[in-house]
């Protein structure tokens, strides 16, 4: 099963060589606070500076002061800059640049059992999977379900991904846009354990269908006094209390089951 995460993940890195990398794509994103902007004036080089956006989401430019520029995107910042320049009589035509050296405001936090957590900007227009793939991938440890945290309008709310199944079918439409201040968290995988006569008792990671034999299986199968037969799984009900099962080996195992072979009478 981990190769269909291996290989989602190569698809992650396909689709991110779609979408703008670097700096080029910041055009498309909009200024907030703690962004640092390079800005240049054509003709003017005793205009060019380098600043940072405010909590409050302005700038200082010379001639001008504070220019808010908080929520516009970097060409709608430039036609603004440009404009007051024009309108204050310091340029006739004024032609303004501006360069995000650092896009702090528009980040996103990827953490959970991926190989390098962290936060990373969103530049131009990217998904879930570009972001797991700029944060190396999912780890060993990971599952195959992602919480997507957004806040939108005031209103917070969480998407669960299952991104195996989103390429296996090809529902690229739940592959979610995100924005700055999103949250990606990628679980654990689901586990079971596996205790008794076998040859590594303990938790494995629970792969979808996987049956009681192939999880003795990946608990070193039986050891040399275990028994098939009269298998027990603990497993909690629907109460959350812990009952004892008879089992079979093609039974399918859950969540948090407990498996217990026992000692051969023979």
Sequence with gaps: MRRWTRWVMGAALVLGMGTGTGMAGAAEVLLGAGDVVKLSVYGSPDLSIE???????????????????????????????????????????????????????????????????????VEGRRKVLDMLALAGGIHGDGGDMISLVRTRDGQTTRETIDV?????KGELDKDYEVAGGDIIFVE??????????????????????????????????????????????????????????DTKASDPVQVDDVIVVRESWF
Excluded: C, W
């Excluded at 938790?203 to 003795?216: D, K, N, S, W, Y």
């Design 51 to 121: 600043t940072r956006v405010s909590e409050s989401g302005h700038l200082t430019f010379p001639l001008l002061g504070q220019v808010a520029v908080g929520g516009l995107s970097v060409a709608a910042a430039e036609k603004k800059i440009a404009g007051q320049l024009q309108k204050g009589g310091y340029i006739k035509q004024a032609q303004v640049n501006m360069l995000v050296t650092t896009l702090a405001s528009q980040q996103v936090s990827v953490l959970g059992h991926v190989n390098r957590p962290g936060r990373y900007p």
């Design 164 to 168: 195996v199944d989103m390429v296996r």
């Design 188 to 245: 654990r995988a689901p586990r079971a354990y596996v205790t008794g006569e076998v040859g590594r008792p303990g938790p494995f990671r629970l792969e979808r269908g996987m049956t009681v034999q192939q999880a003795i299986s990946a608990g070193g199968g039986l050891g040399p006094r275990g028994s098939d037969n009269g298998i027990k799984v603990t497993r909690r009900d629907a109460s959350g209390n812990p009952v004892t099962l």
